[in-house]
């Protein structure tokens, strides 16, 4: 009673239609038609069971591979000296008095956990050494050698850190002896004989650095020094470079450790 005309007629045809409609619902529902969601479950089921199986497979490969070729999965330490590569630097002091000659330098890379020793609370590393070679073409150095009245030659080692090298660099030739040994990490009075070799090692950890050398007369002698010729031994570098360059282009990155400090990096986000 006062529907609006064909209200009638849309019950009438959907009371008639209802069974069948429940028919349908039951029959997908039931034996006849499986719900469309069952074949993504047998996808997922299919794929879980081939990655099972390529793991397993990868699995067996592995212990065949362990039990009939081993050296395949012995741990690699690190390089002994005798196995590092050495680059080498070389050429004549300055024979004038006073002089303070920058050498040139090696860049070394950075150590591996593997490698790394915990010292003094921090991890350690020697990762290569750092030679350096004096000598002179033959005979008697007397007052003109390292050993002479008022000789004072030093070799003086920087790496490329703010306090170090880089303090010193832009001044190199206006500073003075104290001013370069007190930013050098290491400097070596060389009362020396001709052909001995001092040798230096190199430890750090977290990345690649420059270390630079240089040999300066600090003493208070005025006469002409005999013909002396040095010889660096980058044992272990990456690069070298010599006096012209005081200021080397960065080192050489390992794209295998920057890939493992990047998931590194992902996995504690």
């Known amino acids: 009673r006062g529907a609006r005309p064909g209200a009638m007629e849309c019950c009438v045809a959907y009371c008639r239609a209802a069974p069948a409609i429940d028919g349908a619902r039951d029959l997908a529902l039931g034996e006849g038609v499986k719900p469309r969601c069952s074949r993504s479950g047998a996808r997922i089921a299919v794929t879980v069971g081939v990655c099972i199986l390529a793991l397993a497979m990868v699995l067996a490969?592995?212990?065949?591979?362990?039990?009939?070729?081993?050296?395949?999965?012995?741990?690699?330490?690190?390089?002994s000296v005798a196995e590092m590569p050495v680059a080498f630097v070389e050429g004549e002091l300055p024979r004038d008095p006073g002089f303070a000659y920058y050498l040139g330098g090696f860049c070394y890379r950075a150590?591996?956990?593997?490698?790394?020793?915990?010292?003094?609370?921090?991890?350690?590393?020697?990762?290569?050494?750092?030679?350096?070679?004096?000598?002179?073409?033959?005979?008697?150095?007397?007052?003109?050698?390292?050993?002479?009245?008022g000789?004072?030659?030093?070799?003086m080692i920087y790496d490329d850190e703010p306090s170090h090298w880089d303090a010193i660099r832009d001044r190199w030739q206006e500073s003075t002896c104290e001013e370069k040994k007190a930013a050098a990490n290491w400097v070596y009075r060389l009362r020396v004989q001709p052909w001995a070799t001092r040798s230096f090692p190199i430890s750090q950890f977290?990345?690649?650095?420059?270390?630079?050398?240089?040999?300066?007369?600090?003493?208070s002698s005025r006469a002409p020094w005999a013909p002396l010729r040095y010889k660096l031994a980058g044992v272990g570098s990456l690069t070298k470079w010599g006096p012209e360059e005081a200021n080397p282009d960065d080192c050489p990155q390992d794209p295998w450790k920057n890939f493992k400090a990047d998931i590194r990096q992902l996995l504690t986000q």
């Not at 490969?61 to 390089?79: D, E, M, Q, T, Y």
């Not at 000789?151 to 070799?155: A, I, V």
């Open 206 to 219: 977290s990345m690649a650095r420059h270390w630079h050398a240089a040999i300066v007369d600090c003493g």
């Open 61 to 79: 490969v592995s212990w065949v591979c362990a039990v009939h070729f081993p050296a395949l999965f012995k741990r690699a330490g690190p390089l």
């Open 151 to 155: 000789r004072d030659l030093l070799l």
């Open 111 to 149: 150590a591996y956990h593997s490698e790394a020793t915990m010292r003094n609370g921090h991890p350690w590393a020697v990762i290569g050494r750092l030679n350096v070679t004096l000598s002179h073409d033959g005979g008697f150095l007397g007052w003109h050698g390292p050993q002479g009245p």
